[in-house]
């Protein structure tokens, strides 16, 4: 056996020149996948650890779990409450009759009497309206009665014009029109007066 053979080669291998063959052990195959796969199981494990400790110190805001969060509406809320409207009985109207029709004015003033209201003149209406009321009627009064007597009257005679003037005191007009057949029900009326007085919830934004 020659002095440059490696010991336990048993003189199979004979060294020629100057090159020596490397040692190496064969590689195990398993091994190396097995390794690689944990390290991709830990790198998951990591990333996953992350986003939790994302959560909890920012309140869970993240996309996908605002995704995945059931969405809650707020509960409604009631509007801003109608100011308060006068009673029937505080209401001075004067009825006027527009129309062709005689007698239309005392018979609407003894209903509207009926129905609580105080009754002012009952006459035929002056020129400037006589004849000239193509619908129902018109409501006339002060400014303070847009907001006061108009909508309490108005449940009485839905679509009626309202017109303010320039008078300073309390009481109303109602100029009855052409196209006046008759007030509404009390019980429709009253139903009016009440959907009046109650605030309506806000609207959904869900």
Do not use: H
Not at 27 to 36: C, E, G, H, I, T
Not at 83 to 94: H, S, T
Not at 99 to 125: C, H, M, Q
Not at 164 to 170: I, K, L, V, Y
Request: charged content about 15%; proline content about 10%.
């Amino acid at each position: 056996m020659s002095m440059l053979t490696p010991p336990g080669m048993g003189g199979k291998y004979r060294i020629t020149g100057n090159t020596y063959p490397r040692m190496r052990r064969p590689r195990n195959r398993r091994k190396l996948v097995l390794s690689a796969g944990a390290a991709v199981v830990a790198l998951g494990l990591a990333g996953w650890g992350t986003l939790q400790l994302i959560d909890v110190f920012t309140g869970g805001d993240g996309t996908a779990n605002a995704a995945a969060r059931p969405k809650t509406c707020p509960s409604p809320t009631a509007s801003t409450p109608v100011k308060a409207l006068p009673k029937p009985a505080a209401i001075k109207v004067n009825i006027y009759n527009a129309t062709p029709r005689s007698g239309l004015a005392k018979a609407a003033a003894d209903e509207l009497k009926k129905r609580g209201f105080a009754i002012g003149k009952v006459d035929n209406a002056p020129a400037a309206y006589d004849k000239k009321v193509p619908g129902t009627g018109i409501l006339l009064g002060g400014p303070t009665a847009m907001n006061g007597s108009f909508p309490v009257l108005g449940t009485q005679l839905p679509g009626a014009a309202t017109k303010t003037d320039t008078r300073s005191t309390a009481d109303v007009d109602l100029i009855i029109g052409t196209k006046f057949k008759a007030f509404s029900t009390p019980a429709a009326a009253a139903t009016a007066l009440t959907a009046l007085t109650k605030p309506s919830p806000a609207p959904s934004t869900c």
